[in-house]
């Protein structure tokens, strides 16, 4: 694997973890890491496997998945620029999920070890560490509440929302993700997922086929109750 090239290096210094680093210190996470394209539906790691890397998700999707008894679950759909899964990375304990790619994917691949190393010697590293984990808890939170707090196209319509304001808030959404992973996501199956965009057409809502829009969007809110208390997205 290639370590990062100079013409590389501009596009990773404004990545939200790495921006407020000392120069030096920054250096050393050039110095040690890789980008690398990687192919669609390849395994990155796997549920139990010890960290050597930090991934940083920088254009591409790749999908967090979860496995007992011989059935899987989407866990998270990783859009870029992030990283994931810092928190095994910084604890240096195994995966509690696997990972593959969706789509051909960019990663950039610091060292677990090197991540541990800098972060205790770069206060602005230390800092953007702690705020990640502390999104990916928030996150965590969100899809707990709504999991226990809302029917299945109530969930569906709540995501729909989100995605709403992340894509530009411009009444429509993109999906970027097969139906069958975003059922996996709301923990449905793809039929009842069916059942649920049929329930958001009756609440203003319109599919064709990955293109989703908002022919009422009051509607669709009032059905969908989004959380009252919103993060900067």
Known sequence: MPNVRPGEKPEIARLPLFREMQEEQRERIFSGSFLQVFPPQLTLFELGQHPDF??????GLVELYAT?????T?????????????????????????ARTLTSSRILLVPAALVREVVKQDCALMQATMRELALAYR??????????LRQSAERLGNLLLQQERRQGGN????????????????????ENLSRAFAVLGQHGLEVDGAQVRFTDQAALEAF???DPVKDDD
């Not at 996150?139 to 226990?148: N, P």
């Open 68 to 72: 007992s008894a011989g059935r899987d």
């Open 171 to 190: 009444g429509a959404v993109q999906l970027k993700a097969e139906k069958r992973l975003l059922a996996s996501l709301l923990g449905m199956t793809p």
């Open 54 to 59: 930090l991934h940083v998700l920088i254009d």
């Open 224 to 226: 969908s109750r989004p």
């Open 139 to 148: 996150d965590m939170v969100r899809a707990l509440t709504d999991m226990k």
């Open 74 to 98: 989407t866990m998270r759909i990783v859009e870029p620029v992030t990283s994931f899964i810092l928190a095994a990375v910084v604890t240096d304990m195994p995966y509690l999920m696997s």
